[in-house]
């Protein structure tokens, strides 16, 4: 009979995400490498592999199953990981793996029949899909799923009432997991850390084979592939005329995002307060209400924010004069100014001047959304 072994498949993720992280978030390793970053500056998909540095399969009979004798030789187990790093510090990871080199064991069993000699060896294959934040440096939120084929040949040797001989066998064990991982390093566009899970793997054994026991853990590193474009938002501040003796006092709050060819999109709204006026002439009241688009340009870490109206008033004044009152639509003063340089950092500030019939200063200050801390 010719024998065959399964097709090597997993060792590694099974064992992989079976044991649990050792580290707990206190830890000093879990401090250190880290480059001080904004969280957004991480955020993207990353794509790596992760290995194992210990694994073992162990002997899990009880005593008086009848194993004499028990040796294994351990495996090397190597897989696939794949993380997205979102702009609020939320971090997805999906891993998936096989053996990278087929554990082995051996138990000489004592039976009613005599001794058996159990020759065998593990496939196992395993995936997960984990949850965290990179600001806690870890994920194990979710779960795992592990599936491992044994095949044993079991030697019988000739004896006075039998010729003995080779049998072979297959069993198959398929268990949920709680598999744990740890960030312990990252720089934007690359990050990495170890792995384990919360429980090691049992294998039962049946009458005349042995019950095993698999363990391991590792490191992997990722590298990111794309960026993902993290919105920002920014409060800006207006004061001045629109006309001569028309006060005006603005705020707005907006939201924006960076293209693929470097320009700025987004919209925002924001108050507006009228009042003053013309000694000896009319005077103004009113406001209201009003919206913006956001434009501009970003190049070489400064973004050239814009706010627009496109033209069309949104604000009613109240005009008083000698002569009468009316009412009339009446555009913002944010944006009557030409661009403002900013940073690309949180908390940045710029302003800019308008003279003219429209005169002021419009301050803004822009910050991302989500974490702003370093993970």
């Known amino acids: 009979m010719t024998r065959r072994w399964p097709s090597r498949s997993a060792l590694a993720l099974g064992l992989l995400f079976l044991w649990p992280l050792l ?4 830890d000093g390793r879990a401090q250190s490498g880290w480059a001080s970053e904004p969280t957004y500056r991480y955020a993207g998909a990353y794509h790596g592999e992760w290995v194992s540095t210990s694994s073992e399969v162990a002997l899990a009979s009880e005593a008086g199953s009848g194993i004499v004798l028990f040796t294994s030789r351990p495996a090397s187990v190597r897989g696939i990981v794949d993380l997205e790093v979102a702009c609020d510090g939320t971090v997805r990871l999906e891993a998936r793996g096989h053996t990278d080199s087929t ?5 000489l069993v004592s039976t ?3 001794l058996r000699l159990v020759d065998g060896r593990l496939d196992l294959a395993a995936r997960a899909t984990l949850a965290g934040r990179l600001s806690a440096r870890r994920a194990e939120d979710g779960s795992g799923y592990v599936e491992a084929a044994l095949e044993e040949a079991v030697s019988a040797p000739a004896t006075a009432a039998g010729t003995g001989g080779v049998s072979l066998g297959r069993r198959w064990h398929a268990a949920d997991s709680r598999p744990r991982w740890q960030l312990l390093a990252g720089e934007p566009g690359r990050l990495q850390g170890t792995w384990d899970s919360a429980a ?8 005349g084979e042995p019950a ?3 363990g391991a853990r590792g490191s992997w590193s990722a590298t990111r592939h794309s960026t993902e ?7 800006a501040t207006a004061r001045g005329a629109v006309v001569e003796g028309q006060m005006h006092e603005e705020s707005v709050e907006f939201v924006f995002r960076l293209t693929a060819d470097g320009r700025l999109e987004g919209e925002g709204s924001g108050r507006a307060r009228v009042y003053g006026g013309v000694p000896g002439g009319c005077e103004f009241s009113g406001g209201g ?4 688009r956001v434009g501009g340009e970003y190049r070489a870490g400064r973004f050239r924010v814009q706010l627009t109206d496109d033209e069309q008033p949104q604000l009613l004044v109240t005009t008083t004069c000698p002569s009468g009152q009316y009412v009339a639509p009446q555009t913002a003063l944010a944006t009557a100014f030409g661009t403002v340089e900013l940073a690309e950092a949180p908390g940045a500030r710029g302003q800019s001047t308008a ?3 429209a005169s002021g200063v419009l301050e803004v200050g822009i910050e991302p959304l989500g974490e702003l801390a370093p993970p």
Do not use: E, H, K, N
């Open 200 to 207: 090691d793997l049992a294998i039962p054994g049946a009458a």
């Open 23 to 26: 580290l707990p978030a206190g």
């Open 289 to 292: 209400m009003f919206s913006v």
């Open 229 to 235: 474009s993290c919105p920002w938002r920014g409060q």
């Open 112 to 114: 009613a029949l005599g």
């Open 103 to 107: 554990p082995t064991y051996a138990a």
């Open 212 to 214: 095993l026991r698999l």
């Open 355 to 357: 003279g003219g019939t």
